[in-house]
């Protein structure tokens, strides 16, 4: 598809899609060379719908926002036409060592890129092709589609709010939504979006079963405070209560260390014009202590324009 | 047998890499080499690093591979930093790493797996400082401790090294000032972002070389706070457990400089 195909290009709904490793250990594709004995179910299902809706709506693209491409300088985006390797995760090389293999839609990546720019932010290409993708990225997209047979967009997570302040760059994820949805709208692209992120992120400090990480008698969440927080940013999605949602960001993120801080979801959100839609919820569960949600906007047969 | 433990400290970045983007990058890598030369000069056989761009989250990390090597792209700096390498495990110093964390009551992994992504500051800084390839030994930064149990963690790392023959260099590889800049700059104009980062570096630095410690101690929570330093000094929590900072001794400033807006600094522990 080129970008001669102006004005067709849609998104088709959006995703918030977490990436603990856990659901790729406790699934045991192929691709990963640890094997477990299961683990994490609630949370690995929810994921089932988001496959077959993969399946029907065939998009041409999902773009996946991931706080474990953390970049310093600016919003980078992967523009290798096809990335290959193992994916070693640093925090859980016992639980995840992927063979990924990945197509990725380099025209969208450079319009997105342009768009970015034209909109002022810092943009950047990654074009080495030796690139390790992170395992945010590769675990939201297997968990979505295992079979990667959908060409891919993957977008660095400015790290300024961690290192900074929370508010920092939370402007700038609005605009990279914003140039996000102008370069799908630009290549006609019908695209599905994904927010690579937990909810709340204070999790534990040890593993609670070293010799068994998928003992599930071990895993909570990582306290009451946290999971009603969870709740309550679950039920304004599920009313499209977005308003709420933005005023309630700040305190959520100061007091559960949500990783939507990373900006996923304020890109994803933007990127879809904000849309006051119900959200779809398909599960809820905790990974050591962190609250995952997957949550689906489905935006209509026809997408948004 | 007999054993000895130098410290040293170095910065991780892999401008250091291309030293001829900037004179500060250059002067801080020649900095680097000429440590390579002191390590050669007091025999030195393997190398204890403790990077803090080595993250771990559920406890503590160590390298336990004989032999590490593959080829690391930075995830920021991937157009210029695609880093072979090619670690010797000192694999029994390793072994008592492990041992002396469980007797801490640490949780602890034993890092030994294919493609694992060393993280760019121990490439780094072997390269400059490791160019006969001595054994290494590699600790991780936990996220979850705090200075006072990554002093633990150093002295935990002292009582290892203790136990075999020959001198040991504690290497910590870590930033000063933290204050990057977040939007392209030219490589040639790189300098400290914020001047007050630049005064308060000077000013540790300066107790460092003195070897004051009570001073050192005094600045501390103002220094991180005020100049966001890496990861909480927790770099010289390890030195401290680790014996480098007692009454006598020092860390005397061979180079300083800025990388990408930070504060980068190579030390040498007196002798």
């Not at chain 2, 001829?20 to 390590?39: I, Q, R, S, T």
């Not at chain 2, 400059?128 to 401790?145: E, Q």
């Not at chain 2, 790189?190 to 630049?198: A, F, L, T, V």
């Not at chain 2, 004051?212 to 966001?228: F, P």
Request: with cysteine.
């Amino acid at each position: 598809m080129s970008t001669s195909q102006k004005s067709s290009g849609k998104i088709l709904s959006g995703w918030l899609a977490p990436h603990p490793p856990h659901l790729v250990y406790g699934e045991n594709p192929p691709q990963n060379e640890p094997k477990s004995r299961g683990g994490w179910e609630g949370l690995r299902f929810a994921y089932d719908s988001c496959r077959k809706s993969m399946k029907t709506l065939k998009p041409d693209v999902i773009i996946v926002h991931s706080p474990h491409w953390q970049t310093v300088v600016g919003h980078h985006v992967l523009c290798v036409p096809k990335l290959s390797g193992l994916s070693v995760d640093p925090i859980f090389p016992h639980l995840f060592r992927y063979h990924f293999s990945m197509e990725v839609d380099c025209e969208l990546s450079r319009v997105i890129h342009d768009e970015g720019r034209a909109l002022g932010l810092t943009m950047k290409k990654m074009e080495n092709p030796e690139f390790r993708v992170d395992y945010g990225t590769i675990v939201t997209l297997h968990m979505m589609n295992p079979d990667w047979d959908i060409p891919v967009v993957a977008i660095s997570a400015n790290n300024s709010p961690y290192f900074y302040d929370d508010d920092v760059a939370q402007e700038e994820f609005l605009k990279l939504g914003t140039a996000t949805q102008k370069a799908i709208e630009k290549t006609g692209r019908r695209a599905v979006l994904a927010a690579s992120c937990t909810l709340s992120h204070l999790h534990f400090a040890k593993e609670p079963n070293p010799e068994l990480p998928e003992d599930m008698s071990r895993e909570h969440v990582m306290s009451q405070s946290q999971y009603e927080w969870d709740m309550k940013v679950i039920e304004m999605l599920r009313r499209g209560d977005l308003d709420s949602y933005f005023k309630c960001l700040p305190a959520f993120m100061k007091e559960t260390f949500a990783e939507v801080k990373a900006g996923s979801l304020t890109w994803m959100l933007a990127a879809m014009g904000v849309p006051k839609i119900p959200a779809k919820f398909h599960g809820y569960g905790s990974v050591i202590g962190t609250g995952n949600a997957v949550m689906e906007w489905d935006l209509g047969a026809g997408g948004l324009k | 047998m007999s054993s000895k433990i130098i410290y040293a400290w170095v910065p991780g970045l892999p401008h250091l890499l291309k030293p001829e983007l900037n004179p500060h990058y250059a002067e801080l890598a020649g900095a680097c080499k000429v440590l390579a030369e002191d390590f050669k000069r007091q025999n030195v056989k393997r190398i204890l690093y403790y990077s803090t761009q080595w993250l771990s989250v559920l406890g503590q990390s160590v390298q336990m591979r004989p032999e590490v090597k593959g080829r690391h792209v930075d995830e920021n700096w991937y157009d210029f930093a695609s880093l072979d390498f090619n670690f010797k495990t000192d694999t029994a110093l390793a072994a008592k790493l492990i041992d002396e964390s469980r007797d801490m009551g640490l949780q602890v992994r034993a890092v030994d797996y294919d493609g694992f992504p060393v993280d760019t500051g121990t490439i780094v800084a072997n390269r400059l400082i490791n160019p006969d390839n001595l054994p290494t030994a590699m600790y991780s930064c936990c996220v979850y401790s705090d200075y006072a149990e990554t002093i633990k963690i150093g002295s935990l790392a002292k009582k290892a090294s203790e136990t075999l023959d020959g001198v040991t260099a504690v290497v910590v590889v870590s930033g000063l000032s933290g204050r990057y800049f977040t939007t392209e700059i030219d490589w040639r104009e790189d300098h400290i972002r914020d001047p007050k980062d630049d005064e308060w570096n000077k000013k540790f630095l300066a107790a460092l070389n003195e070897g004051n410690w009570s001073a050192v101690k005094n600045m501390k929570a103002d220094y991180c706070q005020a100049a966001k330093v890496d990861m909480g000094l927790k770099a010289l929590a390890f030195l401290e457990g680790a014996g480098a900072c007692v009454s006598g001794r020092s860390m005397k400033t061979r180079a300083y400089g800025s990388v990408y807006g930070t504060g980068a600094a190579v030390m040498f522990g007196s002798i």
